[in-house]
């Protein structure tokens, strides 16, 4: 329980919390815009299958990496000694086991989806902006 002692001061942590924010609000932002403006945006027909399942496909892919990063943080033992500054990008929740030993079922059920999710987005984020700006051809 003490493992949360060896945590750097806070400031040092705060570009983490900074990205995440601004991942979940471009995430959200793309989400509630009307399909037509992403349409334009990508420079694509609004009716085009690929509008969508390509942005789809890079979230489930990074949703699954990052729920596999969990379930290793969480299984790795204790003297691999994982670089905290290293895990806490790769796995934001691996503060929760530094601080408290979650249960297993927590991990698979609670801890996993939700470092999922965040990835997720990530992923949301990286393929919505190869379908805006990756077959850009000159006028």
Do not use: H
Request: glycine share 8%; with cysteine.
């Amino acid at each position: 329980m003490l493992r949360g002692a060896e945590l750097p001061v806070q400031s040092e942590w705060i570009i983490f919390v900074v990205i995440l924010a601004v991942t979940g609000l471009f995430g959200v932002t793309v989400a509630v815009l009307p399909r037509s403006w992403i349409a334009k945006a990508c420079g694509r027909n609004r009716d085009d299958a690929r509008l969508f399942l390509a942005p789809l496909k890079w979230l489930g892919s990074f949703a699954a990496v990052s729920y596999c990063v969990a379930l290793v943080a969480f299984l790795a033992p204790n003297r691999w000694n994982l670089d905290q500054q290293l895990m806490f990008p790769l796995c934001p929740l691996y503060f929760v086991k530094m601080t408290f030993d979650p249960s297993l079922a927590m991990t698979f059920l609670l801890f996993g989806p939700m470092n999922a999710g965040v990835y997720g987005a990530v992923g949301l984020i990286f393929g919505c902006g190869l379908l805006a700006f990756g077959n850009r051809r000159p006028s």
